[in-house]
């Protein structure tokens, strides 16, 4: 028998591709159910070959449904996933609203896939943010062998982290450059075409923005609360995908080459590395794909047992749907979920 597997937020990127992904996976599905806001019910989204029409959230019964997929927004997160979860079904969740949660476990599979039996507490699984989760499946193998003591990230992050406003903006941008049209500024701060804005997520008191922080919070959560994490986090004129230049203190020698070794061994990651022009992995290549690209991997001359390297994934894919749908797999694999009984 599989399983009864409802998608909230079935209109949006992500969750159109966690769609897709099922599919591609071939997840054991028995039913999908697509859902959004009462604005977007009779809405048609595809599953392979099958078209879906969208149902209400609001009004769902999820007592016979085994999994929720949740990319609907951090507030609607709030107000829903503790009642789904009480219904016996399983949210893992791709909004904020519940990374930080002691009682609700962040996974990346490749990462820290025994943390998931903490799901019990709350029915909840939270999904890391995009930029979090391609980082820490390259740093997890490096840590495993060296121990990481101090990171410094700067992350060159696609338009669609954004959502389709970002998106839309700028392709409009884009065109109005071209054209000589006026440009208008709405999804972001400022000009997003052939531009980059160091600003994503809202300013904290102490000069960083929500993205930056939630990237020190969550590589700790998951990987090692000792580790020291900076970030500047910045928007990029690119629709999918995000980039990551990465300096890596470790406690323990490292060459280059042996992090080479060790990536290419390690589940997730693709290492793509050649000295020559080329060589080497760019958001576009990455859109479509599932891997963690890794290029540019260097020793850092500057500090002691220090690598620089440049890492590469599709945001809405590694860093959103795809990772959910792992998850649901992982909780597949170690019999921590069974279909519920269909009613005679």
Sequence with gaps: MGFKIAVAGATGNVGREMLNILEERGFPVDEIVPLASRRSVGTEVSYGDRTLKVKDLATYDFSDTDICLMSAGGNVSKEYSPKIGRQGCVVIDNSSAWRYDQDVPLIVPEVNPDAITGFTRKNIIANPNCSTAQLVVALKPLHDIAKITRVVVATYQSVSGAGKDGMDELFTQTRAVYVADPVENKKFTKRIAFNVIPHIDVFMEDGYTKEEWKMMAETKKMLDPKIKL????????????????????????????????????????QVIDKHEDGGYITPLESAGEDATFISRIREDITVENGLSMWIVSDNLRKGAALNAVQIA????????????????
């Design 230 to 269: 900076t970030a500047t986090c910045v928007r990029v004129p690119v629709f999918i995908g995000h980039s990551e230049a990465v300096n890596i203190e470790f406690e323990n020698p490292i060459s280059a080459e042996q992090a080479r070794d060790i990536l290419r061994d390690a589940p997730g990651c």
């Design 329 to 344: 797999e992982l909780l597949v694999a170690r019999g921590l979920i069974q279909p519920k009984k269909k009613a005679a």
